[in-house]
């Protein structure tokens, strides 16, 4: 069960059995976005700090920051849908809806190509746009 620290903001320790590889200076952020349901870590518990995030995990982070609801039945229409985990479809399909995501070369989503810093500043810049911040 996490706590919130009032002196520190931090909202406890980390359950993910790799905690330790989040620096100090991240800890608060990682532990903010777990609270908000932004981030969840892989189903070996782990939170993977230092692997690069790939398309298809930036998406899900957006579409949960945006707050959109997802239709768990939606399913996406790029050209390579049928590499997307089916967990992850909805979320792929309610970003590209709502114009917060694109396809590259060949209408191609590439799920697990790693999101590029251009990729993760336009999602962002997107996913602010549809906030209205």
Do not use: C
């Not at 931090?10 to 932004?38: I, N, R």
């Not at 957006?62 to 992850?88: E, L, Q």
């Not at 060949?106 to 602010?128: D, H, K, Y």
Request: aromatic content about 8%.
């Amino acid at each position: 069960m996490n706590r919130f620290n009032f002196s520190s903001g931090y909202l406890g320790d980390l359950a993910f059995t790799d905690a330790e590889t989040v620096p100090g200076w991240a800890k608060l952020y990682v532990s903010q976005a777990v609270s908000a349901g932004l981030i969840e870590g892989f189903p070996d518990n782990t939170l993977r700090p230092n692997q690069s995030v790939s398309r298809l995990e930036l998406v899900t982070l957006i579409v949960r920051a945006s707050k959109i609801a997802v239709d768990p039945k939606a399913m996406p229409t790029f050209s390579d849908a049928d590499k997307i985990p089916s967990w992850a479809a909805p979320y792929v399909a309610t970003a590209a809806k709502a114009g917060l995501i694109q396809g590259r070369d060949n209408n191609e989503f590439e799920p697990m190509a790693t999101a590029t810093r251009a990729e993760s500043a336009t999602m962002i810049l997107s996913l602010l746009k549809h906030l209205k911040l």
